[in-house]
């Protein structure tokens, strides 16, 4: 293993929104360049977990405070994977049904982050690169760093990639006997604001910083969730480095989960067959331009503007649309996006929890994908839509200002508008509509998009980049 990423999720093993996918694609990418990659996650009981065969490497012990818990990590070399997967299964406190969400939480992700660096510590041959994936693997630089136990793992490059600066995992300094020794007077490396913040305190110990879009660095340093100075302060070492997408798992023309496989060629008859599979389904009418929601039903989304935004599409005698929502989230945001069904029946459902064929199908039946986010450090759904031919309309924030040209621009592809609000978004999708009656540019449009390259050999390599700078 010269590279380790270590990450609370990873596609296809559990999954609960992009960085699963992008933890679950970067290492198969870095393989294929040369550069061995592995991953290391908790062992949750998920389908995957369930159903395969893992072989087990490696026992040992974790403690948080006076409590020890015994751990094992279970292994899987899989050609479909792309790269060897490490399950670190600490009974009761990680192999739960649910990746997030338990009031112990703190807990259980330090207690795997421990049990990682427990396990790679006693390796004879160190990996050259430790790459962690947000807050819940953000301890590890400053343990590999302070704590005397992991003291031979001092000059191992550490990399945080920033996927959500929003959640920041803070805890009470209450809980500091939960740490392996340390000198104390490196505290301040793990504070923020008088809180334990395992975000900070990787801003602060990794080597290296990356976010997983360049206008997600710069935002950041104005808007970070209380952390923009620091973020400012570390500037030297971050980079921004858009995301790809697995063009093998995310592939009209091969994917299993779609009704009609379609591509560049047959675009035009794929889309309809799958767009009519999709209108019998949820009950729509197909000769609307179908616009459609897939995402966390949360305010970074923009979520809680939807049921109006949808509302006065609707209600508007001179637009025609039918609109699909796939989402899961805040209960409130699910209710109110449910309340409206009655009022537009045959030209507006919902599907209110996680799906992910669903999510394929619709990606390959929708004409365009609504994104009005607040925060979107990078978005992987508008690349998704794009290579099924979906239109993106999006909030030009983050990642989507990065992947998403207006088509008032020259060669632009998708809509754009600058503000995530209700007004902004209903008129942005006008815009769509008066490009479905055009139906000669929406389908040169529809046909450009799906060429458009996000495939992640080039972001792969500029990590590699990264990783041989530091090594
Ligand atoms: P985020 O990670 O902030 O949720 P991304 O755009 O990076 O946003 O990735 C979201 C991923 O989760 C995509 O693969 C998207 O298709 C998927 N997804 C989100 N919500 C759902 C859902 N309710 N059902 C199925 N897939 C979903
Ligand atoms: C986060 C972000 C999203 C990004 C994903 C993968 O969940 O919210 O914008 O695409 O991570 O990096």
Redesign the pocket.
């Known amino acids: 293993m010269e590279i380790i990423h270590i990450s609370a999720e990873c596609y296809p093993i559990a999954k609960v929104?992009?960085?699963a996918?992008?933890v679950g694609a970067l290492p198969k990418y870095q393989n294929k360049a040369g550069k061995k990659s592995a991953v290391i996650m908790p062992y949750y009981k998920t389908k995957f977990t369930q159903n395969n065969m893992l072989k087990s490497d490696h026992k040992g012990t974790v403690s948080l405070g006076s409590l020890i818990y015994d751990f094992e990590v279970f292994s899987l070399d899989n050609e479909t994977l792309g790269y060897p997967l490490y399950l670190v299964k600490i009974p009761d406190l990680m192999d739960r049904d649910n990746v997030y969400g338990y009031n112990d939480d703190t807990e259980r992700y330090l207690a795997f982050q421990k049990a990682v660096l427990n396990w790679i510590v006693q390796f004879q041959d160190k990996p050259k690169i430790v790459h962690c994936h947000d807050y819940h693997t953000g301890l590890i630089p400053f343990m590999m760093l302070y704590a005397h136990k992991y003291q031979s793992l001092r000059k191992t490059p550490t990399i945080l990639t920033i996927?959500?600066a929003q959640y920041q995992g803070q805890f009470s300094f209450d809980k500091l006997n939960y740490f392996p020794e340390y000198d104390l007077s490196n505290s301040g490396m793990l504070e923020w604001d008088q809180m334990i913040n395992p975000l900070a305190a990787a801003v602060k110990c990794a080597w290296a910083i990356t976010t997983?879009s360049p206008s997600y660095l710069i935002e950041l340093r104005s808007s970070a969730n209380g952390m923009e100075w620091l973020l400012d302060n570390e500037k030297e070492k971050s980079i921004g480095i858009l995301?790809g997408i697995d063009t093998e798992v995310w592939n009209p023309a091969t994917d299993p989960m779609i009704l009609k496989k379609f591509n560049k060629q047959n675009s035009l008859s794929g889309k309809r067959k799958n767009k009519l599979f999709l209108c019998k389904k949820f009950n729509l009418d197909p000769k609307n331009p179908l616009f459609a929601f897939i995402g966390r039903l949360v305010g970074?989304k923009g979520a809680e503007l939807l049921p109006e935004i949808f509302d006065q599409i609707l209600k508007n005698k001179n637009l025609n649309a039918s609109i699909l929502v796939l989402g899961s989230g805040d209960p409130e945001i699910e209710k109110a996006l449910n309340k409206i069904k009655p009022l537009h029946k045959g030209k507006y459902n919902t599907y209110i929890g996680y799906d992910e064929t669903l999510s394929h199908i619709i990606y390959a039946g929708a004409d365009y994908l609504v994104m009005p986010s607040k925060v979107?450090?990078?978005?992987?759904n508008q690349m998704y839509s794009l290579r099924y031919g979906t239109i993106p309309i999006v909030r030009s924030i983050?990642?989507l200002k990065d992947t998403i040209v207006d088509i008032s621009e020259e060669n632009g592809f998708g809509i754009c508008h600058d503000n995530t609000e209700v007004d902004e978004a209903v008129e942005a999708i006008q815009r769509a509509s008066d490009l479905y009656n055009d139906q000669s540019k929406f389908k040169k449009i529809r046909k450009q998009i799906m060429l458009i390259d996000h495939s992640w050999g080039n972001a792969a390599n500029k990590y590699i980049d990264l990783y041989n700078k530091l090594i």
């Not at 979107?376 to 992987?380: A, K, T, Y």
């Open positions: 929104g992009g960085l996918d992008v996927h959500n997983v995301n970074e979107e450090p990078c978005g992987l983050g990642g």
